[in-house]
């Protein structure tokens, strides 16, 4: 069974930084086509932010993050990272992990974690 668990949440100021973790288990890592991360914030669509995909690790953004979020993997962790500097209060959101099974395209979710950026 796929697990993919959040982590790094939490408050923090205008400006500030956090890094998000996206633990996968259940399947080898090399079993994702990709690994992505997508916000939800209160009365706001659902937002792709980002996404790696496996076996390459090419990386794509949404422009609302490009030059401010790093998404990353460590294969040997099953791990996905999201880098986030230069934090906005409009990147307040819930954060999910997304993964995509190679082959059968079916998606995965996690709980969320949540981010508020506030001063």
């Known amino acids: 069974q796929v697990q993919l668990v959040e982590s790094g949440g939490g408050l923090v100021q205008p400006g500030g930084s956090l890094r998000l973790s996206c633990a996968a288990s259940g399947f080898s890592f090399s079993t994702y086509a990709s690994m992505s991360w997508y916000r939800h914030a209160p009365g706001k669509e659902r937002e792709l932010v980002a996404t790696?995909?496996?076996?390459?690790?090419?990386?794509s953004y949404a422009d609302s993050v490009k030059g401010r979020f790093t998404i990353s993997k460590d294969n040997g962790k099953n791990t996905v990272y999201l880098q986030m500097n230069s934090l906005k209060p409009e990147d307040t959101a819930v954060y999910y992990c997304?993964?995509?099974?190679?082959?059968?395209?079916?998606?995965?979710w996690g709980q969320g974690t949540q981010v508020t950026v506030s001063s």
């Open positions: 997304n993964a995509v099974k190679r082959w059968t395209g079916i998606p995965y």
């Open positions: 790696i995909n496996i076996p390459s690790g090419g990386t």
